[in-house]
């Protein structure tokens, strides 16, 4: 650096110097750094080579990062010096403040020890200060603490001279700061292990409150710390952005209430059990606009090794996709597709949920309604009306109070019995099965195709649905064949349902420009603990057709 008492050739190279100190700070790990550090001799500083070299945790020291030469990287990367050369080296060489210089004429001791070099041999130097290739020009790296961090190693000097006051003093002054900024990097490397520890390990979170406050808010997916115990117990203590974007909720509305708040009204159980055992639950939390969204929960209770629990750590990961198909897939597996009404399985189950196989207890005689125990349970609905029970086809003989009875001490204690009404009288009430079978849809399949009769049945299963009370069942059970639950009601009130229910189908349906008509037959059967499903399904199945050949063909005619 001749120039260098020029003061704009000083200030120019303070800037590439500050630039090159400025870059450290961007590094990301360590590598990035040590790179950097090279980089930074042959931006800066104006020499045309620079390699690093780091001590590793034995005490040797390998080049880690070279710049200015594809080739003296490639002879040199990744080769390690021992200790005890280096050391050598360093107390061989003339000291130019906190640098280390050896002249070619002392540095030919050194050809034979292990430290990787690039040198070679030149002509003697013109004048005194002219750069040798077989110079030495050393600087170190230490730790605030005094320890040695490395060794920076620079050549070939831009202006072929050795540096002067200036170009020392400013070597020696970015040496200082790499040191630095490899402290920095190391530490960070260190915290990054540290945050894995943290995951198999509750007990190392309180280790470094800054390891854990970088793994808090950088991480992809929400974090939440909560309170344990005491009057603030379950507060949200503290959020990383990411819960944040998921709820859409900003960090100080979620530090003033806790997942309790947020969560769904029919997970609030789950959370409280996953809360107070730690593990994982999947359930839903409320965003700010009002939905809710499906979030996996992996909770993790951080305790003192003096005070037992402190807080417990949350991990909250959106699963709502996942959700979305396996409804989806539930929704295939237990609904029909044409018609989207529940299937045969679907139905068989809901209907069998409401039934046990342990009859309700009959009372004595004197108890006995005016129907008496021995009416049939079933009724047939067609055109005509309310038809007329056979007598054994599905009896059951029942008190005259109908409803649901208390379940007797000793057995099934969290079953309510389902019992049929025992007679016309409007205060009992039951469940109602009402098998539907389309009549006439045959003929509109064979004279129009099944395009046509899938969209007859897509017609009725709409109009089916909107027949009903919303927390009643319509189901297809396959084919033209519908059944419909509908919980509550006395027997006038099923007549009732399934006369509007078959003039709801009645009217014509409009397909491809043409109007086709179906007629429905209904049969009325009372699911009651003591049945199986089937049996249920199979007594309203019969009453239809009893029903269905009560009537002449002319009035089931359709199409």
């Known amino acids: 650096m001749e120039a260098e008492s020029e003061p704009?050739?000083?200030?120019?190279?303070?800037?590439?110097?500050?630039?090159?100190?400025?870059?450290?700070?961007?590094?990301r790990s360590l590598a990035d750094t040590l790179q950097t550090v090279a980089d930074g001799i042959v931006k800066g500083l104006d020499f045309e080579l620079a390699a690093v070299n780091l001590v590793k945790p034995d005490g040797d020291l390998v080049v880690a990062a070279v710049a200015g030469s594809e080739g003296a990287e490639a002879m040199m990367a990744g080769r390690t010096g021992s200790r005890a050369a280096w050391e050598r080296r360093l107390a061989l060489g003339e000291r130019w403040g906190e640098l280390r210089f050896i002249p070619y004429t002392e540095a030919w001791v050194l050809t034979d020890d292990d430290v990787p070099q690039w040198h070679t041999a030149g002509p003697a130097p013109r004048y005194a200060d002219e750069w040798h290739p077989m110079d030495l020009l050393m600087a170190p790296m230490h730790s605030s603490d005094?320890?040695?961090?490395?060794?920076?190693?620079?050549?070939?000097?831009?202006?072929?001279?050795?540096?002067?006051?200036?170009?020392?003093?400013?070597?020696?002054?970015?040496?200082?700061?790499?040191?630095?900024?490899?402290?920095?990097?190391?530490?960070?490397?260190?915290?990054?292990?540290?945050?894995?520890?943290?995951?198999?390990?509750?007990?190392?979170?309180?280790?470094?409150?800054?390891?854990?406050?970088?793994?808090?808010?950088?991480?992809?997916?929400?974090?939440?710390?909560?309170?344990?115990?005491?009057?603030?117990?379950?507060?949200?203590?503290?959020?990383?952005?990411?819960?944040c974007r998921l709820l859409g909720r900003p960090a100080a509305a979620l530090r003033r209430c806790s997942f309790s708040d947020l969560v769904h009204p029919e997970d609030l159980a789950t959370l409280l059990r996953t809360?107070?055992?730690?593990?994982?639950?999947?359930?839903?939390?409320?965003?700010?606009?009002?939905?809710?969204?499906?979030?996996?929960?992996?909770?993790?209770?951080?305790?003192?090794?003096?005070?037992?629990?402190?807080?417990?750590?949350?991990?909250?990961?959106?699963?709502?996709?996942?959700?979305?198909?396996?409804?989806?897939?539930?929704?295939?597996?237990?609904?029909?597709?044409?018609?989207?009404?529940?299937?045969?399985?679907?139905?068989?189950?809901?209907?069998?949920?409401?039934?046990?196989?342990?009859?309700?207890?009959?009372?004595?005689?004197?108890?006995?309604?005016?129907?008496?125990?021995?009416?049939?349970?079933?009724?047939?609905?067609?055109?005509?009306?309310?038809?007329?029970?056979?007598?054994?086809?599905?009896?059951?003989?029942?008190?005259?109070?109908?409803?649901?009875?208390?379940?007797?001490?000793?057995?099934?204690?969290?079953?309510?019995?389902?019992?049929?009404?025992?007679?016309?009288?409007?205060?009992?009430?039951?469940?109602?099965?009402?098998?539907?079978?389309?009549?006439?849809?045959?003929?509109?399949?064979?004279r129009f195709g099944h395009h046509c009769g899938d969209a007859v049945l897509i017609e009725v299963a709409r109009r089916l649905s909107s027949g009903v009370r919303d927390n009643d069942t319509v189901a297809r059970l396959g084919g033209d064949e519908f059944v419909v639950?509908?919980?509550?009601?006395?027997?006038?009130?099923?007549?009732?349902?399934?006369?509007?229910?078959?003039?709801?189908?009645?009217?014509?349906?409009?397909?491809?420009?043409?109007?086709v008509r179906v007629g429905a037959s209904f049969g009325i059967s009372w699911a009651g603990c003591g049945m199986s499903a089937e049996e249920v399904l199979h007594s309203a199945d019969q009453r239809m057709y009893v029903e269905k050949r009560s009537r002449s063909k002319a009035h089931r005619r359709a199409g």
Not at 309 to 334: C, G, Y
Not at 495 to 512: F, T
């Open 275 to 446: 809360s107070a055992e730690g593990g994982r639950a999947e359930l839903r939390l409320a965003r700010r606009d009002g939905s809710f969204l499906w979030v996996s929960l992996r909770n993790s209770v951080v305790a003192d090794a003096t005070d037992g629990p402190r807080f417990l750590l949350t991990h909250v990961e959106d699963i709502e996709e996942r959700k979305r198909h396996e409804l989806q897939l539930a929704h295939r597996a237990s609904h029909d597709s044409l018609t989207g009404l529940p299937n045969s399985a679907e139905l068989r189950a809901r209907l069998g949920a409401r039934l046990c196989d342990k009859p309700a207890p009959v009372p004595d005689a004197a108890q006995m309604g005016p129907g008496g125990a021995g009416g049939a349970l079933d009724g047939g609905f067609g055109s005509d009306g309310f038809g007329t029970g056979v007598p054994g086809l599905d009896g059951f003989g029942l008190d005259g109070f109908g409803g649901v009875l208390p379940e007797p001490a000793g057995g099934y204690e969290h079953h309510v019995h389902t019992v049929p009404p025992a007679s016309d009288d409007p205060s009992e009430k039951g469940l109602a099965v009402l098998f539907c079978d389309l009549d006439g849809f045959k003929s509109i399949n064979d």
């Open 485 to 515: 639950l509908a919980d509550g009601l006395c027997r006038g009130d099923a007549a009732d349902l399934a006369v509007r229910l078959r003039n709801a189908i009645i009217p014509p349906i409009r397909v491809e420009g043409r109007a």
């Open 8 to 27: 704009y050739v000083r200030l120019a190279t303070l800037r590439r110097l500050h630039q090159s100190m400025a870059d450290l700070n961007t590094a």
């Open 146 to 243: 005094g320890e040695l961090l490395g060794v920076i190693s620079v050549d070939k000097p831009r202006n072929g001279r050795r540096p002067g006051a200036w170009g020392r003093e400013a070597l020696q002054m970015y040496a200082f700061q790499a040191g630095i900024a490899i402290s920095n990097a190391r530490l960070r490397a260190n915290m990054q292990r540290a945050l894995v520890r943290l995951e198999r390990e509750q007990q190392a979170l309180r280790a470094s409150e800054e390891s854990f406050r970088q793994a808090f808010e950088y991480a992809p997916s929400g974090m939440a710390v909560t309170e344990l115990g005491g009057d603030q117990h379950g507060r949200l203590v503290r959020t990383n952005d990411a819960l």
